[in-house]
């Protein structure tokens, strides 16, 4: 049974990956405090992406790269993510993103890119 926050993860992944074709499946841990999304090309050769998202926090926790092979799927590396509890009293925060000289904004290229980075 899905949850609400399995629900929101889905449509996440449902709009970033149908806009670069790539499939998705989505697993809940048994703990039911985190879900994997893998994302994958149809083609058997090309490496999986699995995210680890924390429902609770809202945030990625991991993302992992393997390739499929002979002998099953090879561990490529992975990413982790670390975040703040809160901010230092100390810091002024992060800074507002700005806009080029150009005024243009740059298209995201969407979870593509890391497909690329792990072939």
């Known amino acids: 049974m899905e949850t609400a926050d399995q629900e929101l993860v889905d449509r996440f992944a449902r709009m970033d990956a149908a806009e670069a074709r790539i499939a998705f499946k989505t697993r809940p ?24 998202i924390h429902l609770e926090r809202d945030v990625v926790d991991t993302i992992a790269f393997a390739a499929a092979g002979p002998d ?27 806009i080029s000289a150009d005024g243009s904004w740059r298209k995201s290229p969407g979870m593509a890119w890391l497909m690329d980075l792990a072939r």
Do not use: C, W
């Not at 994302?39 to 699995?50: A, G, I």
């Not at 809160?86 to 700005?98: I, M, Q, W």
């Open 29 to 52: 841990s048994e703990d039911q405090k985190t879900v994997q999304v893998t994302f994958f090309l149809e083609q058997s050769d090309t490496p999986e992406l699995t995210y680890r």
């Open 72 to 98: 099953g799927k090879k561990p490529l590396g992975q990413i982790t993510f670390n975040y703040f509890d809160e901010l230092p009293k100390d810091e002024a925060g992060f800074p507002e993103p700005k």
